[in-house]
């Protein structure tokens, strides 16, 4: 768990910094220095300062009185992406997977209460939420959030179970930390995570969590498919030993 900061050894103008280029969500083009203080809760002077400095730097632009971002910020995701030996082939592998199965097959990570999706290829009948690269879906209602949720110590996981938001995104998604915590029960003990419909309606998903050599789970392995009458049994059956195999060579090249 990420613990505060001494104060010296914090810089608050990196965060605010940091701060400016969030408040860039989907869907937005560009933002006013009085948009950016409102989304940042920060005062304007600190607002004009903070996007003042990424435009000399080449994170955004300003055209009249408006600032976007560049394409220079791509970058940053960039290289953690490259810092993840894996990822190469764990994206051959779910190409793969996906064309075996004709299902979305995804790579995602935990990153605060969300999933971050790494690497994802997607079936002929796409899902109906954007799941490109780099998109978000809370945790405790994904299968990869929750294997990967089911891995942590007690102590982190609590301190996660207490952050998540549990207003409902269908009528099946988990609702209250307690049931969260039994589903998580039953995950660590075989070892993979099964969720019907609970964030999106007709569609259901199955994961497993990727270790590295040193037994640190990095990262998680998912299908998504239909949801149906059979949905567990055919995760069970039928998804989740290609799902291992899969996971195995990911963990292991040359398997």
């Not at 969030?22 to 989304?39: H, K, P």
């Not at 199965?101 to 995804?106: D, K, N």
């Not at 899902?127 to 978000?136: I, K, N, P, T």
């Not at 569609?203 to 998504?224: E, F, M, Q, R, T």
């Amino acid at each position: 768990m990420n613990r505060p900061p001494r104060k010296d050894s914090y810089l608050q103008s990196l965060e605010k910094g940091l701060a400016v280029l969030d408040s860039f969500t989907a869907g937005t083009a560009s933002l006013s220095i009085s948009d950016i203080a409102e989304r940042t809760g920060q005062d304007r002077a600190s607002a004009r300062r903070a996007i003042l400095t990424l435009t000399h730097l080449g994170y955004t632009r300003l055209d009249g009185r408006r600032f976007s971002l560049t394409p220079k910020v791509l970058s940053l995701g960039h290289r953690y992406l490259s810092s993840l030996p894996f990822l190469p082939l764990a994206q051959r592998i779910i190409e793969e997977l996906a064309d075996e199965m004709q299902e979305t097959v995804s790579v995602g990570a935990l990153d605060g209460n969300d999933v971050v999706f790494l690497c994802r290829v997607a079936a002929r009948r796409f899902l109906s939420f954007d799941a490109s690269v780099g998109s978000r879906v809370p945790a405790h209602l994904h299968s990869m959030g929750q294997v990967l949720l089911a891995t942590l110590a007690e102590e982190q996981r609590e301190a996660m179970l207490a952050g998540f938001d549990y207003r409902p995104r269908t009528p099946h998604s988990v609702t209250d930390p307690e049931q969260l915590r039994q589903q998580l029960r039953t995950v660590a003990e075989q070892g993979w995570a099964f969720t019907n419909q609970q964030y999106e309606e007709g569609y259901c998903g199955i994961a497993i969590p990727l270790y590295d050599g040193d037994g640190h789970a990095l990262a998680a392995l998912n299908v998504s498919f239909a949801a149906g009458q059979r949905a567990l049994q055919r995760a069970r059956e039928d998804v989740l030993p290609r799902l291992k195999l899969a996971g195995r060579r990911i963990q292991s090249p040359g398997v």
